[in-house]
């Protein structure tokens, strides 16, 4: 007997995902980005679907070790560069193009005896006050870098924080033409929603995420809708308890949602130890028996229950697809407030996996 949760990856469309972010950034190369365990998705399964990729780009050293000894001989970018000046023993053993993006990173590349020169990513802040240098300091820190001995070929890189939103990136590009004036450099700037919808930032390399993985940057499917992406993740389930409700019986813990008349409603074996979202309340949006419905009641460890009214022809066994092909992650993410990113890293341990 086995729980019928499952998680079901489609490889063919991560390497067309991949496809579509090459038609869209024609003159980039890409660095695929596969951190969180590929958001989630599980690096050591999924690698290979991406392997005709530029780069891979995340930043454990753990998983950076798992390409190299499953045979990636590419690039790998260490997005937050190294923690400690001893993780640049391990970047040199491994070959790793790391980024650079404060001033104790600096000295430790300075002082470290390295066996060949490391390639460099530095990194700018270009107003998201999180990572790099500010864009007045770029120019010393970059010939600072150029006279080591140590450091390979440069890159100037830097990351938005609105290039999903109306905001835009015209502030953040000016911040990154100020740093970069008077240096002949190669930039990579792009994540998804840079990749999509701002082709002025494509530069060198683009590093894309999220929609590798077939789900939109802004959170809003239908922002992605005419982009060919397809999801990549089918999270499902089935029915294993069935309820007949008369008006004014109530549903799950707290028995948040009521039947206003008689309904059947389903049980589904999925719920936030699966990675379902607690916080997607009654009327998040489900798939039941190939037929769309809602949820319905607050969403339980092991299960949540869903309407069974547009469906009754379902019973106990009846599949449900609780994101994937039908139902966008991101419409279930909005529905639990949250973003597609974070169910999809999100997906529990316990679910099994398995690759199509
Ligand atoms: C995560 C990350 C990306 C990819 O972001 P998406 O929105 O998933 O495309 C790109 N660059 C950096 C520095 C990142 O940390």
Redesign the pocket.
């Known amino acids: 007997m086995t729980r019928p949760v499952l998680a079901s990856l489609d490889l063919q469309a991560l390497q067309h995902n991949l496809a579509v972010v090459r038609q869209t950034a024609p003159e980039a190369r890409v660095?695929s980005?596969v951190?969180a365990n590929a958001?989630g998705h599980g690096l050591q399964r999924v690698w290979r679907a991406l392997a005709g990729t530029d780069g891979f780009?995340l930043?454990n050293l753990e998983e950076a070790i798992i390409l190299r000894e499953e045979g990636w001989k590419g690039p790998i970018l260490m997005?937050?560069g190294f923690f400690h000046p001893e993780d640049l023993a391990a970047c040199d053993r491994y070959r790793l193009t790391i980024?650079v993006h404060s001033n104790w990173q600096l000295k430790a590349l300075q002082d470290a005896r390295l066996s060949a020169p490391l390639d460099v990513y530095l990194k700018v802040n270009s107003g998201m006050n999180r990572l790099g240098f500010m864009p007045e300091r770029v120019t010393s820190v970059w010939r600072q870098l150029r006279a080591m001995t140590n450091v390979g070929e440069m890159t100037l890189?830097s990351?938005f924080a609105h290039?999903?939103e109306p905001e835009g990136i015209a502030a953040a590009m000016s911040r990154v033409a100020r740093a970069a004036e008077g240096l002949e450099c190669r930039r990579s700037l792009a994540?998804?929603?840079a990749?999509l919808w701002h082709p002025e930032a494509h530069s060198d390399w683009v590093?894309?995420?999220?929609?590798?993985y077939g789900a939109s940057?802004s959170g809003l499917w239908q922002d992605i809708a005419t982009t060919g992406l397809k999801p990549v993740m089918t999270l499902s389930s089935a029915i294993i308890g069935v309820q007949s409700l008369g008006a004014g019986e109530r549903v799950g813990y707290g028995g948040r949602f009521t039947a206003t008349g008689e309904q059947r409603i389903g049980i589904v074996a999925a719920g936030y130890a699966d990675g379902y979202p607690r916080h997607a309340g009654s009327g998040t949006p489900v798939l039941v028996d190939g037929v769309r419905s809602v949820t319905v009641g607050t969403v339980s460890m092991d299960m949540l229950a869903v309407d069974l009214t547009p469906c009754p022809q379902a019973g106990i066994g009846a599949p449900v697809e609780l994101w994937g092909q039908e139902i966008k992650i991101d419409d279930v993410a909005a529905a639990a407030g949250t973003i597609g990113?974070e169910l999809m890293c999100a997906l529990a341990p316990r679910v099994p996996v398995v690759t199509v």
Not at 207 to 212: E, K, Q, S
């Open positions: 660095w980005v951190k958001y780009a930043l997005l937050e980024c890189m990351h290039a999903g994540n998804s929603a990749t590093r894309p995420g999220i929609i590798l940057p990113y």
